[in-house]
């Protein structure tokens, strides 16, 4: 088997793993990591969509013996110079992939291994996110105190960076005041970047808040 050879097979072993790792980085905000790490992920998703397909095959062989398609020891494919990786075996894998990429997505999200820990008594941790990370799950309505201009924006974040030195932070249907309270300018998209402790986040009732705003309308007006 020539350079070509094994540089193809050993293509077609990591593409399910490439595609299912770009998949779950596109679906979850991570912190940069080792390169190596991100090797080793690729592989293990690799392996672990092959395995799936030959449980698969597997299966259907047993039930219908006519079925045309093989499981295949993946370990071996690469070392075996005649062995062939069949196109069906890596399309299925593929899919399984992506299944898979998903399946960890929600497990993330969920905190399925955490909740597992704690029904064993193995930690109190809810999950391994920064606090950053959970503030806006319980209201996305937030009042932000910004210490370098002193606005203060009452708005929707509609979305928001990871846990860096730098926040973005995107609102949508901002009221903004000034370091009194004082009633500004309404913006219905506002960006704000800045370092992470140039600012505050607060979350309030937004009846008492609404009803605050209407308040200094109406004294405004009149």
């Excluded at 079925?67 to 993946?74: D, H, K, L, P, T």
């Excluded at 391994?128 to 002193?150: A, K, P, S, Y």
């Excluded at 974040?157 to 030195?165: G, K």
Aim: charged share 20%; aromatic share 16%.
């Amino acid at each position: 088997m020539d350079i070509f050879e094994f540089v193809q097979k050993f293509f077609l072993i990591l593409l399910p793993g490439i595609l299912g790792s770009y998949l779950y980085a596109s679906l979850n905000v991570q912190k940069e990591q080792h390169y190596y790490f991100e090797f080793l992920k690729m592989i293990m998703m690799s392996f672990v969509s092959y395995l799936l397909t030959d449980v698969l095959f597997s299966g259907i062989k047993r039930l219908f013996p006519c079925f045309i398609y093989n499981s295949i020891v993946i370990i071996h494919q690469i070392a075996a110079s005649e062995a062939v990786i069949p196109t069906a075996n890596v399309l299925v894998s593929i899919v399984f992939s992506l299944i898979l990429a998903c399946f960890l997505t929600k497990a993330g999200y969920e905190n399925w291994l955490f909740r597992l820990a704690n029904k064993l008594g193995l930690t109190r941790r809810i999950d391994n996110q920064t606090v950053w990370e959970h503030v806006f799950d319980d209201n996305d309505i937030v009042v932000l105190r910004d210490f370098i201009t002193g606005n203060i924006y009452y708005g929707k974040v509609c979305s928001f960076s990871d846990n860096s030195e730098n926040r973005d932070i995107y609102f949508e249907n901002v009221s903004v005041f000034d370091k009194n309270s004082d009633f500004l300018y309404h913006a219905e998209k506002l960006y704000l970047s800045r370092m992470h402790n140039e600012f505050t986040v607060e979350i309030q009732d937004d009846t008492q808040v609404g009803e605050g705003e209407k308040n200094e309308s109406s004294q405004k007006q009149s």
